[in-house]
């Protein structure tokens, strides 16, 4: 691709599922840029702390650049041939049903759809799931219950237009930053505005939460069942919405049978806590339900969700301006996933595999030899069938399942022992990757194009501003080039990313007329230049985006505008496909009610169009045990996404949390004997971790949470999915990852040790360590067991024959010793270990790294770990943008700062994405709180 260096790529954020809108620009010198899209609809010129850091993330480090069979570097021919020979002669001995694609909210949907077709339409199978089943699969089955159709019925100005906002198993401000920051500015325009957060932690979304409700794992049903019990006992419903567009009301209600002490059981709330809420649910017409991770990720799930639909339904909130229930979901396109597909009980264009007349059409549309009969594997069971020889080639594609899948053990086990396994990916080494048999290279974000949908159901263009480095190829490519290995040439002829959107477009009109909720079908023409110049539309595509360009104009079907008009709901908005005008402010997006919306007049996509009701009855989740007393939750933290593959090369996202940890309530940490910055072991039946104690009163006593990011790429053993048990919803067969019995002891360190390191060290021989990128190389925390020899370990890790100047000190009877190595003025590392954790401070540490060291005395100083005399602390890093820690925040709050924006306007924290500012507020309270005392 030819590059235009002056001007700007309007692209999308390859991370959450918010979708931000990105403007990328390449300068003449090479460097790159990247700002908010103020014409996105999504963020209105936001980004998030991830998303300023993208331009980091980009380099050829690590990345796979040619392919590879068995670790031998090969050309794309011999590659591709081999996938296809093998998985076709799989197909031919042990059926279709032997092999298998998982794949990746991370792809596009272009590359998305092809590998769907290929497997459903061609293999003949349904063994194609997603690691977006991991994410949202309880939403679409709850979705698909309630609505006949997986349909996410608002918009994200809804979160603006509501008066009333409960967020449930959603920590925003972390996961789904600029939907939080949204609510935090229209809240601060309109402080009518109410936000209740439900989460068993206080996350640092409670910042914007009149009420925080710190409900007991899994104890959603019971509470949203019993809302719906209060909404009919104090005549909070809208009968005439009930008996007009629904039915199983009645049932529902009569399934809602726990008392209010019976509900404040099986949530942990009080009683006076629950009315609180339920009145303010009562009293509010335009309330949105926010939820996520926390709701989806249990083996209740689906039923959590469609506990939150039934009362939206019998409040008719749903489809009208500031109403509705809302998931959002994690990845940037598992709503692009969604639509094509992707989940092994899934068709294409939102159709059923169960359903014969569905599979027919698909078919004929595909013209294709077969159509899988029935739902293939979903993600668990695809690993289990993987692990029992019943699946025997396997292609893994833009994901990490040895990291990220439940007791990831087991997965990593099955994998190895799997007798054929392809991986797709950009990076050379992940802990899947270094399994594969063949490793295929794929464009990244940046170099690759196509579409993403964002939770709102927008789909917006990723594009290319960069070239594709090395031979590395598009994903749809590669996956067209098995196809065409394999003897299916015509139906796998694409030109380009535009022909494959075009085909999925009409798909969706295809013998639609309003049966089917998507539908964008106005675009089933388009042309490769529209197409490269579609600005971001919310579907349905309710008409032709532009009937001078050749498109197949299509009016709406009446069923369609029953569905999106009515009552109260916002009439269609047609696509543009020039872009909106910029905004004035970041502060002000457009509120103008024009998102599409569903359902406000009902037309809900079950045979009879009206929504269902769903009886449910809760149940207990109780997995504790006297050996394993805890309940572990597993989740997000700001700065990091997913396996850290894009996030971990940035060294200001990899500032904030810099190691794994294991947040313990107070009382927990008493009870087990366990100090804040301990080492522990958190263990399951499956597995256990080595990681840091937090110990925070935002925990819920009971429980600990741990992230899910590291992998043993950063860490000697932090792979929290390896403790998660393989239990999943029975509907969704989504994984239950916040509610897993665990215990957790005190590792018993002889020493602790910090380092800092010019290069990336090669084996680290500690038996905890987690290593992240700082300005200028890395930084390791670690502990070792008592019995080691610590000059040797320095030694094992700094490499014994180096060259350069060596300073050592050891400190054989206080415990302590120290070490730098210096190449010419250079600091090559510098290492610190104490019977203690390691007092020293990380970011002194870390600038030596940048410093010239020609003078002895700072050689000196680095070994004694002690900064000079005028040389501030910063601490723990808060604000990632311009770099402020937790120190320099508490000393500007003890100098008269009292606010997030004199804090601003001070350090500059918090005035760039934003992403910090409730943590800076925390850190503002917590001063005034001890200077109160
Ligand atoms: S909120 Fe942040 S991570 Fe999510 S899409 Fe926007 S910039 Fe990216």
Same mark, same amino acid.
């Given at each position: 691709?030819?590059?235009?260096?002056?001007?700007? $790529?309007?692209?999308?954020?390859? =991370?959450?599922?918010?979708?931000?809108?990105?403007?990328?620009?390449?300068?003449?010198?090479?460097?790159?840029?990247?700002?908010?899209?103020?014409?996105?609809?999504?963020?209105?010129?936001?980004?998030?702390?991830?998303?300023?850091?993208?331009?980091?993330?980009?380099?050829?480090?690590?990345?796979?650049? =040619?392919?590879?069979?068995?670790?031998?570097?090969?050309?794309?021919?011999?590659?591709?041939?081999?996938?296809?020979?093998?998985?076709?002669?799989?197909?031919?001995?042990?059926?279709?049903?032997?092999?298998?694609?998982?794949?990746?909210?991370?792809?596009?949907?272009?590359?998305? =759809?092809?590998?769907?077709?290929?497997?459903?339409?061609?293999?003949?199978?349904?063994? *194609?799931?997603?690691?977006?089943?991991?994410?949202?699969?309880?939403?679409?089955?709850?979705?698909?219950?309630?609505? &006949?159709?997986?349909?996410?019925?608002?918009? @994200?100005?809804?979160?603006?237009?509501?008066?009333?906002?409960?967020?449930?198993?959603?920590?925003?401000?972390?996961?789904?930053?600029?939907?939080?920051?949204?609510?935090?500015?229209?809240?601060?325009?309109?402080?009518?505005?109410?936000?209740?957060?439900?989460?068993?932690?206080?996350?640092?979304?409670?910042? *914007?939460?009149?009420?925080?409700?710190?409900?007991?794992?899994?104890?959603?049903?019971?509470?949203?069942?019993?809302?719906?019990?209060?909404?009919?006992?104090?005549?909070?419903?809208?009968?005439?919405?009930?008996?007009?567009?629904?039915?199983?009301?009645?049932?529902?209600?009569?399934?809602?049978?726990?008392?209010?002490?019976?509900?404040?059981?099986?949530?942990?709330?009080?009683?006076?806590?629950?009315?609180?809420?339920?009145?303010?649910?009562?009293?509010?017409?335009?309330?949105?339900?926010? @939820?996520?991770?926390?709701?989806?990720?249990?083996?209740?799930?689906?039923?959590?969700?469609?506990?939150?639909? /039934?009362?939206?339904?019998?409040?008719?909130?749903?489809?009208?301006?500031?109403?509705?229930?809302?998931?959002?979901?994690?990845?940037?396109?598992?709503?692009?996933?969604?639509?094509?597909? &992707?989940?092994?009980?899934?068709?294409?264009?939102?159709?059923?595999?169960?359903?014969?007349?569905?599979?027919?059409?698909?078919?004929?549309?595909?013209?294709?030899?077969?159509?899988?009969?029935?739902?293939?594997?979903?993600?668990?069971?695809?690993?289990?069938?993987?692990?029992?020889?019943?699946?025997?080639?396997?292609?893994?594609?833009?994901?990490?399942?040895?990291?990220?899948?439940?007791?990831?053990?087991?997965?990593?086990?099955?994998?190895?022992?799997?007798?054929?396994?392809?991986?797709?990916?950009?990076?050379?080494?992940?802990?899947?990757?270094?399994?594969?048999?063949?490793?295929?290279?794929?464009?990244?974000?940046?170099?690759?194009?196509?579409?993403?949908?964002?939770?709102?159901?927008? *789909?917006?263009?990723?594009?290319?501003?960069?070239?594709?480095?090395?031979?590395?190829?598009?994903?749809?490519?590669?996956?067209?080039?098995?196809?065409?290995?394999?003897?299916?040439?015509?139906?796998?002829?694409?030109?380009?990313?535009?022909?494959?959107?075009?085909?999925?477009?009409?798909?969706?009109?295809?013998?639609?007329?309003?049966?089917?909720?998507?539908?964008?079908?106005? @675009?089933?023409?388009?042309?490769?230049?529209?197409?490269?110049?579609?600005?971001?539309?919310?579907?349905?595509?309710?008409?032709?985006?532009?009937?001078?360009?050749?498109?197949?104009?299509?009016?709406?079907?009446?069923?369609?505008?029953?569905?999106?008009?009515?009552?109260?709901?916002?009439?269609?908005?047609?696509?543009?496909?020039?872009?909106?005008?910029?905004?004035?402010?970041?502060?002000?997006?457009?509120?103008?009610?024009?998102?599409?919306?569903?359902?406000? /007049?009902?037309? @809900?996509?079950?045979?009879?169009?009206?929504?269902?009701?769903?009886?449910?009855?809760?149940?207990?989740?109780?997995?504790?045990?006297?050996?394993?007393?805890?309940?572990?939750?597993?989740?997000?933290?700001?700065?990091?996404?997913?396996?850290?593959?894009?996030?971990?090369?940035?060294?200001?996202?990899?500032?904030?949390?810099?190691?794994?940890?294991?947040?313990?309530?107070?009382?927990?940490?008493?009870?087990?004997?366990?100090?804040?910055?301990?080492?522990?072991?958190?263990?399951?039946?499956?597995?256990?971790?080595?990681?840091?104690?937090?110990?925070?009163?935002?925990?819920?006593?009971?429980?600990?949470?741990?992230?899910?990011?590291?992998?043993?790429?950063?860490?000697?053993?932090?792979?929290?999915?390896?403790?998660?048990?393989?239990?999943?919803?029975?509907?969704?067969?989504?994984?239950?990852?916040?509610?897993?019995?665990?215990?957790?002891?005190?590792?018993?360190?002889?020493?602790?040790?910090?380092? $800092?390191?010019?290069?990336?060290?090669?084996?680290?021989?500690?038996?905890?360590?987690?290593?992240?990128?700082?300005?200028?190389?890395?930084?390791?925390?670690?502990?070792?067991?008592?019995?080691?020899?610590?000059?040797?370990?320095?030694?094992?890790?700094?490499?014994?024959?180096?060259?350069?100047?060596?300073?050592?000190?050891?400190?054989?009877?206080?415990?302590?010793?120290?070490?730098?190595?210096?190449?010419?003025?250079?600091?090559?590392?510098?290492?610190?270990?104490?019977?203690?954790?390691?007092?020293?401070?990380?970011?002194?540490?870390?600038?030596?790294?940048?410093?010239?060291?020609?003078?002895?005395?700072?050689?000196?100083?680095?070994?004694?770990?002690?900064?000079?005399?005028?040389?501030?602390?910063?601490?723990?890093?808060?604000?990632?943008?311009?770099?402020?820690?937790?120190?320099?925040?508490?000393?500007?709050?003890?100098?008269?700062?009292?606010?997030?924006?004199?804090?601003?306007?001070?350090?500059?924290?918090?005035? /760039?994405?934003?992403?910090?500012?409730?943590?800076?507020?925390?850190?503002?309270?917590?001063?005034?709180?001890?200077?109160?005392?």
């Amino acid at each position: 691709m030819k590059i235009d260096e002056a001007r700007e $790529v309007r692209t999308t954020c390859p =991370y959450c599922g918010v979708g931000c809108g990105v403007l990328a620009k390449v300068a003449a010198d090479g460097e790159i840029t990247v700002r908010g899209d103020p014409d996105h609809p999504a963020n209105f010129g936001r980004l998030c702390s991830k998303g300023s850091a993208l331009a980091e993330t980009i380099d050829l480090d690590g990345r796979l650049l =040619y392919p590879e069979i068995h670790g031998r570097r090969t050309g794309w021919d011999e590659a591709l041939d081999l996938v296809a020979s093998t998985f076709s002669q799989t197909i031919a001995e042990h059926g279709p049903d032997a092999v298998a694609f998982y794949v990746s909210g991370q792809l596009l949907t272009e590359d998305y =759809y092809v590998a769907n077709k290929l497997m459903k339409g061609f293999i003949g199978s349904a063994n *194609i799931d997603t690691n977006s089943r991991l994410c949202m699969a309880s939403s679409v089955a709850g979705h698909r219950r309630a609505f &006949g159709s997986d349909t996410v019925p608002g918009s @994200y100005e809804d979160l603006e237009l509501a008066d009333l906002i409960v967020l449930v198993g959603s920590n925003l401000g972390w996961c789904h930053p600029v939907l939080y920051q949204r609510i935090a500015a229209a809240r601060e325009k309109r402080p009518e505005m109410k936000v209740v957060l439900i989460d068993p932690r206080r996350t640092m979304t409670a910042d *914007i939460a009149d009420m925080h409700l710190a409900i007991a794992a899994d104890g959603d049903v019971a509470l949203f069942t019993g809302l719906l019990a209060y909404l009919g006992k104090n005549d909070a419903l809208d009968r005439a919405y009930i008996a007009a567009h629904t039915t199983g009301f009645e049932g529902a209600i009569a399934a809602s049978s726990l008392d209010l002490a019976g509900i404040a059981a099986a949530t942990g709330l009080g009683e006076d806590e629950l009315v609180r809420f339920y009145s303010l649910f009562a009293a509010t017409a335009k309330t949105v339900t926010v @939820y996520s991770q926390g709701v989806n990720q249990s083996s209740s799930g689906t039923d959590k969700v469609n506990a939150i639909i /039934n009362c939206h339904l019998a409040t008719g909130r749903i489809g009208k301006p500031g109403t509705g229930p809302f998931s959002v979901t994690g990845q940037p396109n598992a709503m692009g996933g969604r639509e094509v597909g &992707g989940l092994a009980n899934m068709l294409a264009a939102h159709m059923e595999i169960e359903n014969p007349e569905h599979r027919g059409r698909v078919q004929r549309f595909w013209s294709a030899p077969a159509i899988a009969e029935k739902p293939g594997l979903k993600a668990v069971e695809m690993f289990q069938a993987v692990a029992d020889g019943r699946i025997r080639a396997l292609w893994i594609m833009a994901t990490n399942p040895v990291d990220s899948m439940p007791d990831a053990d087991a997965v990593e086990a099955a994998i190895k022992a799997c007798p054929f396994v392809v991986v797709s990916d950009v990076l050379a080494m992940t802990d899947t990757v270094r399994h594969a048999h063949v490793r295929l290279p794929a464009a990244a974000w940046g170099e690759k194009d196509g579409s993403v949908t964002n939770s709102e159901r927008r *789909i917006s263009r990723q594009r290319a501003f960069l070239p594709v480095p090395g031979e590395a190829r598009a994903d749809w490519w590669i996956i067209a080039e098995v196809a065409k290995r394999m003897g299916i040439a015509e139906a796998f002829s694409y030109a380009s990313p535009a022909a494959i959107f075009a085909e999925h477009a009409a798909l969706s009109a295809f013998e639609n007329d309003g049966a089917r909720d998507f539908d964008i079908g106005a @675009y089933s023409g388009v042309d490769a230049k529209t197409y490269e110049e579609l600005a971001p539309f919310q579907w349905p595509a309710p008409a032709s985006p532009s009937s001078s360009r050749g498109g197949s104009a299509r009016a709406l079907s009446e069923a369609k505008q029953a569905a999106l008009g009515g009552v109260g709901g916002a009439s269609p908005t047609p696509p543009r496909l020039s872009r909106p005008a910029a905004q004035s402010s970041l502060a002000d997006p457009p509120l103008k009610g024009e998102g599409i919306r569903f359902f406000a /007049n009902g037309g @809900y996509y079950t045979p009879d169009r009206k929504a269902r009701f769903i009886a449910i009855h809760p149940t207990a989740h109780i997995r504790t045990s006297p050996d394993y007393p805890l309940i572990l939750n597993t989740g997000r933290i700001r700065d990091h996404w997913h396996t850290m593959t894009r996030t971990g090369k940035s060294q200001r996202l990899s500032q904030h949390m810099a190691e794994p940890f294991a947040e313990i309530h107070p009382l927990d940490a008493q009870h087990f004997a366990i100090g804040d910055a301990n080492i522990v072991r958190v263990s399951t039946v499956h597995g256990e971790v080595l990681v840091r104690a937090l110990v925070t009163a935002r925990q819920r006593p009971g429980s600990v949470f741990v992230p899910m990011h590291w992998t043993d790429q950063f860490s000697a053993r932090a792979r929290v999915d390896a403790l998660v048990a393989p239990i999943t919803d029975a509907i969704s067969g989504q994984p239950a990852s916040k509610n897993i019995a665990a215990r957790v002891e005190r590792f018993a360190a002889a020493a602790f040790g910090f380092a $800092v390191l010019a290069e990336r060290p090669g084996l680290i021989d500690a038996d905890y360590w987690s290593l992240a990128r700082c300005a200028a190389g890395w930084r390791l925390e670690l502990a070792l067991e008592a019995g080691r020899d610590w000059p040797v370990f320095a030694a094992s890790l700094f490499g014994a024959d180096a060259q350069g100047e060596t300073l050592a000190y050891h400190d054989v009877a206080g415990g302590h010793y120290r070490f730098a190595r210096f190449a010419g003025s250079r600091l090559a590392g510098a290492l610190y270990l104490a019977p203690k954790p390691v007092a020293v401070s990380r970011s002194w540490a870390v600038e030596q790294l940048s410093a010239d060291h020609a003078d002895r005395r700072g050689r000196l100083a680095i070994v004694a770990g002690r900064p000079g005399g005028n040389t501030v602390d910063r601490g723990a890093v808060v604000c990632s943008c311009f770099g402020v820690g937790a120190n320099q925040i508490a000393e500007a709050v003890r100098g008269g700062c009292t606010s997030v924006e004199a804090i601003g306007a001070t350090l500059h924290a918090g005035t /760039n994405c934003g992403s910090c500012r409730a943590e800076i507020r925390t850190i503002i309270e917590a001063r005034r709180l001890q200077a109160a005392e």
